[in-house]
């Protein structure tokens, strides 16, 4: 079945560092372009960054020169590192594919607050 598990979460201080991780199951990893996804309080989720399968990527404009996103199609892995912090970037996170998103996994709670 289709899985997605996010982990690397955390209470950071603003201009602080996080590198969330996603496994992805279910899918056929190789050929589907990955997204990290958010969504904060009262909030619709929203697309931060994607990664196509030949390593192309996209960030929303808030995050560009921040955030970087990357693949492992060997392990079906996706990152996404987040550096400077702010606290506008609080929300949970999410991966999937970036189309035909489904099967949404729990996410991982990020924090930015001193």
């Known amino acids: 079945q289709v899985q997605f598990v996010e982990s690397g979460g955390g209470l950071v201080q603003p201009g602080g560092s996080l590198r969330l991780s996603c496994a992805a199951s279910?899918?056929?990893?190789?050929?589907?372009?990955m997204a990290w996804y958010r969504q904060a309080p009262g909030s619709q989720r929203e697309l931060v960054a994607t990664?196509?399968?030949?390593?192309?990527?996209y960030y929303m404009d808030s995050v560009k020169g921040r955030f970087t996103i990357s693949r492992d199609s060997v392990k079906n892995m996706v990152y996404l590192q987040m550096d400077s912090l702010k606290p506008e970037d609080t929300a949970v996170y999410y991966c999937?594919?970036?189309?035909?998103?489904?099967?949404w996994g729990q996410g991982t709670q990020v924090t930015v607050s001193s």
């Open positions: 999937n594919r970036r189309y035909n998103a489904a099967y």
């Open positions: 990664v196509t399968s030949a390593g192309g990527t």
């Open positions: 279910g899918i056929s990893f190789s050929t589907n372009s």
